[in-house]
């Protein structure tokens, strides 16, 4: 979808997550340490949308924040808020404890991004006390965040005008989100929905959030979301 939000453009996806068919996952890059195109991770994942993830060093290659695929967590970040979703399709944002490990069983889907952007439909920005560090997550940048509705429904949003993080946060509530955090964006941003790239990165990346509207077509890839190397990383 396409509108504007107090004048500035904003293309997002939105899935219901109360159709129990419906799943939520990541599709990570097949070695932790290298990152591949945008046509790599969509090929091997097929979603039915799909967005930018979340950060990862451009000198390791590795993510900052957790990630758990179908349970199994395949990475440790130990930064930011992350984006957890239940075996029952409920969406928890938890602020992760600064590198330190945590317990996500409960959830089939983590990813670790952030800063956080509303809590409770109210602004809630302390990028710093959550680890983030780089000068360059407080300019204005392109922006990509990931927030829930009231009713349940997730919001994948790109927007492609160099915002700050507040105004992001607005966006995200004039959208409707109650809750949301940022995701990677600037040369990373990329949005896809039913085979168009709708927003195309700039550079290789190491991982999407993805969506599937069939469970079916999940279960047949989620094998293929995971990276070969994650038990090193464990």
Same mark, same amino acid.
Not at 64 to 85: M, N, P, Q, W, Y
């Given at each position: ?106 959830? +089939?889907? /983590?990813?670790?991004?952030?800063? =956080?952007? %509303?809590? !409770?439909?109210? &602004? ?5 006390? @959550? ?63 039913? +085979?168009? /790239?709708?927003?195309?990165?700039? =550079?290789? %990346?190491? !991982?999407?959030? &993805? ?5 079916? @077509? ?17």
């Amino acid at each position: 979808m396409y509108r504007k939000v107090g004048g500035i453009s904003v293309r997002y996806v939105v899935a219901d997550l109360n159709n129990p068919y419906v799943r939520v996952s990541v599709v990570t890059a097949r070695r932790l340490g290298r990152a591949e195109s945008i046509w790599e991770l969509l090929a091997r994942s097929r979603p039915t949308a799909a967005i930018t993830g979340t950060y990862f060093s451009t000198a390791s290659k590795l993510p900052v924040g957790d990630i758990v695929i179908e349970g199994e967590r395949v990475h440790f970040g130990g930064v930011g808020t992350a984006l957890c979703v239940t075996y029952d399709n409920q969406v928890r944002f938890i602020r992760q404890k600064l590198h330190r490990q945590h317990n996500w069983s409960d959830y +089939r889907l /983590v990813l670790g991004a952030g800063p =956080r952007l %509303l809590l !409770n439909g109210q &602004v809630w920005l302390y990028p710093h006390d @959550e680890g983030f560090r780089d000068k360059r997550v407080y300019a204005l940048g392109k922006r990509v965040a990931v927030g829930v509705t009231q009713e349940n429904k997730l919001l994948m949003a790109v927007v492609e005008q160099p915002v700050s993080l507040r105004r992001l946060a607005w966006i995200m509530r004039g959208l409707g989100a109650t809750d949301a955090i940022a995701l990677d964006g600037g040369g990373s941003s990329c949005l896809y929905y039913r +085979r168009q /790239v709708k927003v195309l990165p700039r =550079r290789k %990346l190491t !991982n999407l959030l &993805v969506v599937y509207e069939d469970s079916a @077509e999940y279960d047949a890839r989620v094998a293929r979301l995971k990276p070969l190397n994650r038990w090193a990383q464990r």
